[in-house]
Nanobody, 126 residues
Framework: QVQLVESGGALVQPGGSLRLSCAAS????????IAWFRQAPGKEREGISC????????HYIESVKGRFTMSDDDDKKIVYLQMNSLKPEDTAVYSC???????????????????WGQGTQVTVSS
């Protein structure tokens, strides 16, 4: 069964750090781009970062650039999102998604993604 499973969400204080994981089962990520989306209460889902696994090319939206970093493991089964200097406005449900055969772009179209995880809650609050 092909699926993505996120983990690592938690309650953290402003300025803190978290690392989210996106684990693939039933397939490897080698020929995919993996994006992280987030959705805050009352807001639309937004794509925030992307990594093209084979080229390691990445993209980040301005609001997370310099604070968030994507990486993957050597087995091409897990993608990570390291989040530093977290702010209350980063509070959201974070989901990963896989897009087969595509490079990352600055525009995130949710419908283009083939597989989605269920999401993990990140809450930044004192």
């Amino acid at each position: 069964q092909v699926q993505l499973v996120e983990s690592g969400g938690a309650l953290v204080q402003p300025g803190g750090s978290l690392r989210l994981s996106c684990a693939a089962s039933g397939f490897t990520l080698e020929h995919y781009s993996i994006a992280w989306f987030r959705q805050a209460p009352g807001k639309e889902r937004e794509g925030i970062s992307c990594i093209h696994i084979s080229s390691r090319h990445t993209h980040y939206i301005e609001s997370v650039k310099g604070r968030f970093t994507m990486s993957d493991d050597d087995d091409k089964k897990i993608v990570y999102l390291q989040m530093n200097s977290l702010k209350p406005e980063d509070t959201a449900v974070y989901s990963c998604a896989a897009h087969f055969g595509a490079y990352c772009s600055s525009v995130y179209h949710p419908r283009a993604y083939d597989h989605w995880g269920q999401g993990t809650q990140v809450t930044v609050s004192s």
